[in-house]
């Protein structure tokens, strides 16, 4: 049966400024879903089916609003140090308290190789960001 929800998007009254902002996916993938490689791209074509999104991007300038957008996040936003100190001490309250219960069976091994994986993917991240924006031109 197929996505029934193919426009995974948000979008946002920003009462500041009085415009909407369209948020184009999840957080899951603000900045890539840091289960996968460091270097997924920061700045891709929408997904098939993500029509608003899709249509957006072919605006003048909207490519490079988006790439401006992105580089403020990790030049101005993105901590590095403080994601990755923030996840420890996450990390340390699981080592200390165990897992909480739920439908999936997972071990201290599991959350530990999980761990590992999303703490390298933060402690690349910004650095494979910089690289994609400056292959691109932005």
């Known amino acids: 049966m197929g996505n029934r929800h193919p426009n995974n998007y948000y979008v946002y009254d920003d009462p500041a400024t009085g415009k909407f ?13 840091g289960v996968g490689d460091v270097r997924m791209p920061a700045v891709s074509e929408p997904k098939l089916g993500a029509t608003t999104a899709a249509r957006l ?11 401006a957008a992105v580089r403020d996040v990790i030049d101005r936003v993105w901590n590095t140090d403080a994601l990755l100190a923030r996840a420890d001490a996450l990390a340390a309250l699981v080592r200390a308290n165990g897992l909480p219960a739920t439908r999936e069976p997972w071990t201290m091994d599991d959350f530990e190789t999980a761990f590992a994986a999303r703490r390298a993917f933060v402690a690349g991240r910004a650095d494979a960001v910089r690289a994609e924006l400056e292959a691109a031109g932005g």
């Open 57 to 67: 991007r072919t605006l003048p300038g909207t490519e490079e609003r988006l790439r």
């Open 21 to 33: 902002v369209l948020l184009p996916h999840g957080a899951d993938y603000s900045l890539g879903n």
